[in-house]
């Protein structure tokens, strides 16, 4: 199973990134964002649940600080999961990990993309 997490960069404040995720070897009930900023815990940014068949949504999570800011989404025939990031602060500085969860309830995560957002 592998997660491959891409998007990232360098951007101002006030700007916009559009990261995906794409899964291969297992498909996910569950998929999420979290984030990582240095010298603070990994927490979690959006998720979203597959709605149970390949062209429905489930349930969508933000947390606090992103709402009206991302938006997640997935696509369930490509197996990726997308996170919509506008008015970048340079708050939203960190490490953003995608993370699946299988329907066995097993966790996988990819391997991190770096999001930096210059004031």
């Known amino acids: 199973v592998q997660l491959q997490a891409s998007g990232g960069g360098l951007v101002q404040a006030g700007g916009s990134l559009r990261l995906s995720c794409a899964a291969s070897g297992s498909t996910f009930s569950i998929m999420s964002w979290y984030r990582q900023a240095p010298e603070k815990q990994r927490e979690l940014v959006a998720a979203?649940?597959?709605?149970?068949?390949?062209?429905?949504?489930?349930?969508?999570f933000y947390a606090d600080s992103v709402k009206g800011r991302f938006t997640i989404s997935r696509d369930n025939a490509k197996n990726t999961v997308y996170l919509q990031m506008n008015s970048l602060q340079p708050d939203d500085t960190a490490v953003y990990y995608c993370?699946?969860?299988?329907?066995?309830?097993?966790?996988?995560w990819g391997q991190g993309t770096q999001v930096t957002v210059s004031s």
């Open positions: 993370k699946g969860r299988s329907w066995d309830s097993d966790d996988y």
């Open positions: 979203i649940s597959s709605g149970g068949s390949a062209s429905s949504i489930g349930r969508i």
